[in-house]
């Protein structure tokens, strides 16, 4: 079974909208990293969470993770064309280092 | 300047035939890695290496064996290569190692590799 959820798997949206993307874990979390990957380019990485509550922002970009620290949620303000991508959650939890499945954003203009 | 580079960036192959992928980091950094992504976009950690030292060595078959000549480099070499071992191959970087909190990884281009 996977360790790492993230949902939704893919999503459309209007550019000017706001989303948000999850990262579930069945453990508990040590670090938490978001990466966004474009088609033909390699993983960029966008943030890291550590701490229960941590949020950190980006530009438009804002990650928190949950107090109970299995939880993380991205999410992204005004959405542009140029946040279209596969967003992946990676997890580590001091056994392993696991990513999600990814989340692919289309951002119509 | 490339922080993490990979060559080649796609690679054409027979089944049966053996293959080396090549990783160079400039960051002066102490840990390298090797993943796998699959169709479905997974990535599945394959190797990690600290100061040309394996420290993660996850189950993957023993057709992979990865070479670190230094700690800049960290090579993937394939035997006898089979149609499911097609994906995407990262290389990736960090100070520190998965250990280490606050470590940040820095992720190569990919090599798509496609067994026909």
């Known amino acids: 079974s996977q360790e790492l959820e993230q949902s939704p798997q893919s999503l459309i949206v209007q550019e000017g909208k706001n989303l948000t993307i999850n990262c579930t874990s069945s453990?508990?979390?040590?670090?938490l990293y978001w990466y966004k990957q474009k088609y033909g380019e390699g993983l960029i990485f966008l943030m890291m969470l550590q701490k229960g509550g941590e949020e950190k922002s980006h530009e438009k970009i804002t990650a928190k993770l949950d107090e109970k620290k299995q939880q993380s949620s991205l999410h992204i303000t005004a959405s542009q064309p140029s946040h279209a991508g596969i967003y992946l959650c990676?997890?580590?939890?001091?056994?392993?280092?696991?990513f999600g499945a990814g989340t692919r954003l289309t951002v119509k203009p | 300047d490339t922080a993490v580079s990979q060559t080649p960036k796609y690679l054409v192959t027979q089944m049966g035939n053996d293959k080396s992928i090549k990783c160079e980091q400039n960051?002066?950094?102490?840990?390298m890695y090797w993943y796998k992504q699959d169709s479905k976009k997974f990535l599945k950690i394959m190797f990690s290496?600290?100061?040309?030292?394996?420290?993660i060595n996850e189950t993957v078959p023993n057709r992979f064996s990865p070479k670190s000549p230094d700690k800049a480099h960290l090579n993937l070499h394939i035997n006898s290569l089979e149609l499911g071992d097609s994906a995407v191959y990262f290389c990736?970087?960090?100070?520190?190692?998965?250990?280490?909190?606050?470590?940040?990884?820095?992720f190569g281009p990919g090599t798509r590799l496609t067994v026909l």
């Open positions: 960051l002066g950094h102490d840990t």
């Open positions: 290496y600290n100061n040309k030292e394996l420290i």
């Open positions: 453990k508990t979390l040590y670090g």
């Open positions: 990676g997890a580590d939890t001091r056994d392993d280092m696991r």
């Open positions: 990736a970087s960090s100070q520190i190692g998965l250990a280490g909190p606050g470590d940040t990884q820095y």
